[in-house]
Each structure stands twice: as structure tokens, then as C-alpha cells.
């Protein structure tokens, strides 16, 4: 009873664990977009200096401290207008997609809490109150698998081949 809700929800906590520390990830590349788009800013200000071919370009940024000489990146393979989309176009991408991480991360924040505290319950819970815990544990898609009744009778000998089913559904037996 109780180990049977209790492994998969286990398992579930673990996924929802992975799954924020591959979101946090994510969220950490929101730095390096604005790197992106600042390079995109200092390159448009000098696209007249830039010819395709090079590999980077040495440009001044304007900072409160003063003049700052910057190294910009580039494809050789792209003129200087492409070059400076290609950092706005990747700022973007980043830019946009963390908004959608962070929805992403509260929603397996919350199914996490969720989980942990049914976790709890099952783990406190009196054998009368197992049914309807695994009702809420199907409900969080984290419910143990169902009894699969055994198709075959243990005293009957499994056949020597495999039976598979086409596309077509033709029957396909291997073995």
C-alpha cells in the first residue's frame, strides 16, 4: 500500500527537482543575452569601420569612467549589418525565452511543494486514508502504475516467438 504511492511519487519529486535545476540553468544565460545586445549596440555604431572578413573588431565604448577600447566578435562569413542582427536576433531569443522559464519554474515550484506535501502525508497517513491519496497522487500525474492482471497463466509456457503488430496491422511474429 504505502510503498506502492510511495516510489513513484519519489520519482516525481526527483523529476521536478531536475527540471528546476535545468530551468535555473537556463536563467542564467539572461546575463550573457545582455552582453549580446550590448556587442549588437557597439557594432551599429561602428558598421561603417567593419568589413566582412574579420574575424573582430576593436570598437570604443562610452562607459562613466570613460573612453573603454572594446574586442567585438564577429563571423568572418557575415557582413557587418548581419553580424550586428546576429546579436540582437540571439539577445532576443534569450531574452524572450526567460520569460517563459520563469512561468515555466513557478509552475514546477508549485507541483513540487504539491508533491512534497503529499509525500508527507503518505508517510503519515493510516492505511484507511491510502485510497484517496492515491487518488490526488493520479491527480499530480505521480500515481502508482496499475496492476496489470497477468495475461498468461503461470503454468503455461510462454510461446517461442514475439507478436508484433504493423503499421497496417498486419501481425508481425518474431522469434
Known amino acids: ?42 557594432l551599429k555604431a561602428s558598421l ?7 574575424a573582430a573588431v576593436t570598437v570604443t565604448e562610452w562607459t562613466e569612467a570613460g573612453p573603454a577600447e572594446v574586442v567585438v566578435p564577429l563571423d568572418p562569413a557575415l557582413g557587418p549589418r548581419e553580424n550586428m542582427e546576429r546579436f540582437y536576433r540571439r539577445f532576443r531569443r534569450i531574452a524572450e525565452s526567460a520569460a517563459r522559464v520563469e512561468a515555466r519554474a513557478a509552475e514546477v515550484r508549485t ?3 504539491a508533491l512534497l506535501a503529499l509525500l508527507a502525508e503518505v508517510d503519515a497517513a493510516g492505511p484507511e486514508a491510502l485510497p484517496r491519496l492515491e487518488k490526488e497522487a ?5 500515481g502508482p502504475r496499475p496492476v496489470q492482471p ?26
Do not use: M, N, T
Open 1 to 42: 500500500g504505502r510503498r506502492r504511492l510511495r516510489e513513484p511519487l519519489r520519482g516525481a519529486v526527483g523529476r521536478a527537482r531536475r527540471a528546476l535545476d535545468k530551468l535555473k540553468d537556463e536563467a542564467a544565460r539572461v546575463p550573457a543575452a545582455e552582453r549580446d545586445r550590448r556587442l549588437g549596440d557597439l
Open 48 to 54: 561603417h569601420a567593419v568589413r566582412r572578413g574579420q
Open 111 to 113: 507541483r513540487l511543494a
Open 138 to 142: 493520479r491527480r499530480l500525474a505521480a
Open 150 to 175: 497477468s495475461r498468461r497463466r503461470r503454468d503455461e509456457p510462454a510461446p517461442p516467438y514475439r507478436a508484433f503488430r504493423s503499421v497496417a496491422g498486419l501481425p508481425i511474429l518474431v522469434g
